[in-house]
Nanobody, 123 residues
Framework: QVQLVESGGGLVQAGGSLRLSCAASGRTFSSYAMGWFRQAPGKEREFVAAISRSGGSTYYADSVKGRFTISRDNAKNTVYLQMNSLKPGDTAVYYC????????????????WGKGTLVTVSS
């Protein structure tokens, strides 16, 4: 069982930056590939970024490539999402998720989810 708690969301102006954090419980954090997903009002949950168990491989949605960076610290059981050059279209609830083993980019393939943190980007 893995429990995930996101933090770092908030209100930011377009062009600004935020860093999201996701703290995981348990001793086997390094056994899980991690991902960030987001869901805007009235839209389906979508993939944002993912990182392999070791942190050696990362994956991004085209919409955030070059602006967002995912990273992890296995010693701290934490995964991060650095978000730069934010746009109003990035407004959403951002969720951290974990899957045992290899990277998964489909929301349905994740095993554990946090409750989300709201990011609002004003124009």
């Amino acid at each position: 069982q893995v429990q995930l708690v996101e933090s770092g969301g908030g209100l930011v102006q377009a062009g600004g930056s935020l860093r999201l954090s996701c703290a995981a419980s348990g001793r086997t954090f390094s056994s899980y590939a991690m991902g960030w997903f987001r869901q805007a009002p009235g839209k389906e949950r979508e993939f944002v970024a993912a990182i392999s168990r070791s942190g050696g491989s990362t994956y991004y949605a085209d919409s955030v490539k070059g602006r967002f960076t995912i990273s992890r610290d296995n010693a701290k059981n934490t995964v991060y999402l650095q978000m730069n050059s934010l746009k109003p279209g990035d407004t959403a609830v951002y969720y951290c998720a974990a899957t045992f083993g290899g990277v998964v980019v489909a929301p349905g393939g994740m095993d554990y989810w946090g409750k989300g943190t709201l990011v609002t980007v004003s124009s």
